[in-house]
């Protein structure tokens, strides 16, 4: 089973350059990261140059990765740009622009390494396979193409891609193929329990107390349809929290079952509420959004709104009310 | 690579009984309710009788597992025992107390399927791998013996045990054979996004309050690397919340960052208090569990204790603060 093989036109290209630029899309996330530090440190096994060139930052969770430190980061190339590279690497990038370097990438051959869908195949090689549960699992099929054994390191880098990519195991990449891959990465020594640790076990006392503070002041409208949580400023500060730790704490409201739509009304350092909404399917709360001059998608959205908490929490539920009747 | 085969006196047992009860233990986890709806189905489709007989109900999170409405449950014995029953089979259970049902275990021959390391062998049969990542992978091992093909709901049945317990392939028993086995029963049909959606999206609202007043309770100590909550009956009352439905939420103090051990400390209805352990690395929570005539593993192990809440935490914080400077 697993996906097909590394092309050979692939493996040639890499086995006859000596030097490699590796870069991403720009807002890099797991897959990004974890598949350009795998692959730099695989092609230095070999014997070669890579330098890790992203637009971004390197997320705070990403950090612990090893080689982490050496990714070179902004707008201004890297030393010996282009003249030292054999060729740039895009991975996890479905196309020129969404790397934030599209104007360096003509200085070299590209090689594009993906699983969008829509992957403009824009490089003088291009594997783009849809089917791959995450592009670390492609740069392992590569190293298999490339007789390199793995080492931990580079192990664990392209186990934290499946991880992150399957959403911890949990979306329906979570495949065979995706299964198999970690066996033989954890076989290889990634070490799932450490890169769970990075990714799920380092959160702030203060997040974990301020998800405690809005869960008290959960509430249930329409027969359980809709869920409403509040965050006062009480809240954030016996919590010790910031105002940017209430990023994420919604999803503990879309977690209940039977729920279609759920608002989460924080109230701001300088007054008034910022309130986020999150629905299923077809109910649309970007109207709602838009209405009070706030915007988003059909399924997230979000806007401020002056008032009294409680007030503008029943002037919430009764539109989400009315939006899941239409 | 994978773990031993099952053994032949076991393979020998089964293909000779005709009917079989099976067990676990006392609050049932996902290990235990996976494991024997997994090999009941599978004995079934082997054309052999079997039913599951549990002393506790199953947590509301393991409800949409099939099969799950056919549980016996209560100190009652099922109709025909134990006349009708040619053996017991107790699964994921470390000694026959465990149970809640040892005054009926000697009415039948028993065949003990277990990974607990300290496990008492009091079997007929006893089958005890420690390196099992769940007993639900031992039973995928029982079926590969028995060369029976895995129906798909058989399959979701011990993928779950998996994912229950390496929480989500994130413990150290998340290893090469436990991702082998996933790989295998997602082949034969397991469905990795349903058993998710079963287990983190689809929480009772009692879960997610219950959720909230546990960490109201948080606190941490030894400078943050212990964190400790609590579950009073008032708790489960304003909840709405049933015994059941405070599995898992551990996993809420794992989340923090810098915590090496955790705590729950959970009021019975009868009286006393469960205390769960959990812990990161080398550090040993089983020892205390065992200390305190409990069990478990070396990073997740719990036991019963009688006292005064807040007492009861202070001395659980103070041994784990031991723990960790051993």
Redesign the interface.
């Known amino acids: ?1 697993g996906g097909m093989k590394a092309p050979e036109d692939l493996l040639r290209r890499i086995r006859q350059g000596n030097r490699f630029l590796l870069t991403s899309h720009i807002n890099p996330d797991g897959d990004a990261i974890g598949s350009e530090l795998g692959l730099a440190r695989l092609l230095r096994g070999l014997g070669k140059g890579a330098v890790v060139w992203n637009h971004d930052n390197t997320p705070t969770i990403y950090k612990p990765l090893p080689g982490s430190e050496r990714i070179h980061i902004g707008e201004e190339p890297p030393a010996g740009f282009p003249d030292v590279f054999d060729a740039i690497i895009v991975l996890e990038c479905p196309s020129p622009d969404r790397t934030g370097l599209e104007q360096h990438l003509s200085a070299r051959p590209v090689i594009n390494i993906d699983h969008h869908l829509g992957n403009q195949c824009y490089g003088a090689v291009n594997w783009v396979d849809s089917a791959a549960p995450a592009v670390g699992e492609m740069v392992f099929r590569l190293a298999q193409g490339l007789k390199v054994p793995l080492e931990p390191e580079v192990a664990s880098c392209l186990y934290l891609t499946l ?1 992150t990519d399957t ?6 990449n ?3 193929a995706a ?2 891959a ?2 033989s990465l ?2 290889e020594g990634a070490h ?2 450490q890169v ?2 990075w990714l ?6 203060a997040v ?2 301020l ?6 002041s ?1 509430q ?1 409208h329409d027969g ?1 349809r809709i ?1 409403t949580g509040r965050l006062t400023r009480e809240m954030f500060e016996r919590a010790g929290a910031k105002p940017g730790d209430s990023e994420g704490l919604i999803d ?6 039977g729920v279609d739509a759920v608002a989460l009304i924080r109230e701001l350092p300088e007054g008034g509420h910022k309130v986020s909404l999150r629905s299923r399917g077809e109910v649309d709360v970007e109207k709602i959004a838009r209405h009070h001059g706030g915007g988003g998608h059909r399924n997230a959205a979000g806007f401020t709104i002056q008032g009294e908490g409680e007030e503008v929490r029943r002037e919430v539920a009764a539109e989400l009310g009315a939006a899941l009747g239409s």
Chains 1, 2 share one sequence.
């Open positions: 089973m991880v959403g911890g195991f949990r979306f329906s979570a495949t065979v299964f198999e970690a066996a954890v076989r799932p329990e769970a640790q799920y076990e380092s959160q702030p006392l974990v107390k998800t405690g503070e809005m869960l008290q959960l249930t359980g869920a503990q409201l879309r977690s209940i079952a």
